[in-house]
């Protein structure tokens, strides 16, 4: 199975969904953190947005959250380094 790795601006969301229409996508596959109530609203999903917009289906995974907050105190001891 190929894989692509490409750098976009613009809505997440949006680039994403224009990204599966230009590459003929069958199906999207997706990490999602799961938000709800305030924080989803305050802060919106862009899974949410491409499982609305896309014209091919959608697999939406909950991420790991410990796998997730490791990975951003990472991030965040190499900015600092």
Known sequence: MPVTT????????SE?????VGYGADLIVMA???????????LGSVA????RHARCP?????ADES???????SQKTRQVA
């Open 6 to 13: 490409e750098v976009r601006g613009g809505a997440p969301g």
């Open 32 to 42: 999602t953190h799961g938000r709800s109530g305030l924080p989803h609203l305050v």
């Open 58 to 62: 959608v697999l939406a995974v909950r």
């Open 67 to 73: 796998q997730t907050t490791r990975e951003a105190e």
């Open 16 to 20: 994403i969904v224009k990204a599966a």
């Open 48 to 51: 949410e947005h491409v499982i």
